[in-house]
């Protein structure tokens, strides 16, 4: 049975002072709270393929080893403690629990991430939201979608914009744009890497910064993130989404040479997303996480 994806639209556009977000759930029928999980380095069920089994990928000397960006909250962030926190975490950990899967996560620049993939020194990503070069990820198996990710222009919110959407990003544009460095954005054709009217940041927070001070006209960002960032510094009420440019799906990211050694590790991975998308854990966690419970 083909799998529903989640899609999740964070803004009424036409009623911002109204309300600050907007959920469209395909799978909201059903809302489950999921309150034990299983120790992922154990694995009760007896293995009787011959084939490497994806349940012994959680044995103590076989943890995946998966990466994600550093400080890149709300989807998967270290608290002052070490545990860990946030939405694709949150997901993740749920997926490998219930397949007794063990797995640990480094926090590393992109660049970083990029080497170690190639030279096999991690076995792939938390998720594909912090983490979108192409080139990579088209070598590397990818799970069914998570959800997808909005991308937005974000501006101040008593600020008037054009309506034309093409006149944000055309290489004669007016617009001052801000976008995170070593992500890579092809809007209405245009590809918007090495244009003078843009600064590159690492965080978030600098790109809303850069819109309080009016350095930038416009910030290209991830919606999630930029709103929990937002609301985190006291600058929610101060922003809008100026126009919705693209809505991406976010996978589990695995090198292809862990796959092949257990075969049937993506079968079981997609039938575990499967299950929690339907039951509308994964609408729970984002709403969570945005509204800062």
Avoid at 79 to 90: L, P
Avoid at 139 to 146: A, E, F, I, K, P
Avoid at 210 to 232: F, G, H, P, T, W
Wanted: glycine residues 6%.
């Amino acid at each position: 049975m083909e799998r529903m994806p989640t899609s999740v639209s964070l803004f009424d556009y036409g009623a911002w002072s109204k309300s600050v977000l907007r959920i469209t759930m395909r799978s909201l029928c059903t809302l489950m709270v999921f309150a034990v999980f299983s120790n992922p380095l154990l694995a009760h069920e007896q293995v009787s393929t011959q084939q490497p089994d994806a349940r012994q990928a959680g044995s103590a000397k076989n943890l995946l080893q998966l990466a994600t960006v550093i400080d890149f909250a709300p989807y998967a962030y270290q608290k002052s403690d070490g545990s860990w926190e946030g939405i694709d975490y949150e997901i993740i950990r749920t997926i490998f629990d219930g397949l007794q899967i063990g797995f640990s996560i480094r926090q590393l620049p992109r660049k970083r991430i990029t080497k170690l993939l190639e030279e096999g020194g991690i076995d792939g990503l938390v998720s594909t939201t912090p983490y979108n070069v192409q080139d990579v990820l088209r070598h590397m198996w990818r799970s069914d979608t998570l959800y997808h990710s909005e991308v937005s222009a974000f501006g101040l919110r008593l600020r008037m914009f054009d309506k034309d959407v093409k006149s944000f990003f055309s290489n004669a544009g007016k617009y001052r744009l801000g976008l995170l460095r070593e992500f890579y954005y092809v809007i209405e054709g245009h590809e918007l890497t090495g244009r003078e009217n843009v600064i590159r940041v690492n965080r978030e927070e600098q790109l809303i910064e850069l819109l309080m001070i009016e350095r930038i006209d416009l910030a290209l960002s991830e919606d999630i993130s930029l709103i929990y960032k937002a609301r985190k510094n006291g600058h929610f009420d101060n922003i809008k989404p100026v126009v919705e440019v693209a809505s991406r799906p976010v996978y589990l990211a695995l090198r292809r040479q862990v796959m092949e050694r257990y075969p049937q590790l993506g079968l079981r991975i997609n039938q575990k997303i499967e299950t929690i998308v339907r039951s509308g854990f994964v609408d729970n966690v984002i709403v969570k996480y945005l509204t800062l419970k």
